[in-house]
């Protein structure tokens, strides 16, 4: 069975910082692309950066490029977000997701993506 959790969330003023996890299987973090999603309030939930399986190509969503940082750490088996300077329109519950294949086209679209973990919330006030 595939698990995926997420944790690191928590509240931030305008301008901190928070880093996510996303633990595991090494099979998973070896084997499939790994991303980040976000779902607001009343919103869409949508991709936020991505990372391919040789680690040499990431994506990010244009609001958020500069600030975050995707990454992973093998010996770990674990999936990181670094969200640096954040402010209240990253409020969100924030999902880590595999999924088999995605490129620059389909990295960001939740479809693509075969698991999701269960959120982990991010609240950011002004």
């Known amino acids: 069975q595939v698990q995926l959790v997420e944790s690191g969330g928590g509240s931030v003023q305008t301008g901190g910082s928070l880093r996510l996890s996303c633990a595991t299987s090494?099979?998973?973090?070896?084997?499939?692309?790994m991303g980040w999603f976000r779902q607001g309030p009343g919103k869409q939930r949508e991709g936020v950066a991505a990372?391919?399986?040789?680690?040499?190509?990431?994506h990010y969503r244009d609001s958020v490029k500069g600030r975050f940082i995707v990454s992973r750490d093998s010996a770990k088996n674990t999936l990181y977000l670094q969200m640096n300077n954040l402010n209240p329109e990253d409020t969100a519950m924030y999902y880590c997701?595999?999924?088999?294949?995605?490129?620059?086209?389909?990295?960001?679209?939740?479809?693509?993506?075969?698991?999701w973990g269960q959120g982990t919330q991010v609240t950011v006030s002004s």
């Open positions: 997701a595999a999924a088999d294949w995605v490129n620059s086209n389909t990295w960001y679209r939740t479809s693509a993506y075969t698991y």
């Open positions: 990372i391919m399986i040789d680690d040499r190509i990431t």
């Open positions: 090494s099979w998973i973090l070896s084997n499939y692309y």
